[in-house]
């Protein structure tokens, strides 16, 4: 069974750049198929897509977050990883890793200075 890991901080100040990685096991992130994504709910609000790197390493991202998103991943480690520049109050949210069957338990993000 494959299993996400979120990891990072947990407060981030105005400003500056949030940054989580996704640790999976029990599968590779380049196995044919599979699309590995960064998922955010802030607090009262639905899920919202941030965006996804492919098993070949091909990116997409939210229209409305793709000019402050980055992902990348690390095949050796089976990681990928989450960039968010300029961060706001309003990216206060708990932040989920998913390859779309499974997720990651989730890890919130506030931002406040």
């Known amino acids: 069974q494959v299993q996400l890991l979120e990891s990072g901080p947990g407060l981030v100040k105005p400003s500056q750049t949030l940054s989580l990685t996704c640790t999976v096991s029990?599968?590779?992130?380049?196995?044919?198929?599979?699309?590995w994504t960064w998922i955010r709910q802030p607090p009262g609000k639905g899920l919202e897509w941030i965006g996804t790197?492919?098993?070949?390493?091909?990116?997409s991202y939210s229209p409305s977050l793709k000019s402050r998103t980055s992902i990348s991943r690390d095949t050796s480690n089976n990681q990928f990883s989450l960039q968010l520049t300029s961060v706001a109050p309003e990216d206060t949210a708990m932040y989920y890793c998913?390859?779309?069957?499974?997720w990651g338990q989730g890890t919130q993000v506030t931002v406040s200075s």
């Open positions: 790197i492919d098993f070949r390493g091909s990116t």
């Open positions: 998913t390859n779309w069957i499974y």
């Open positions: 029990g599968g590779s992130i380049t196995t044919s198929g599979y699309y």
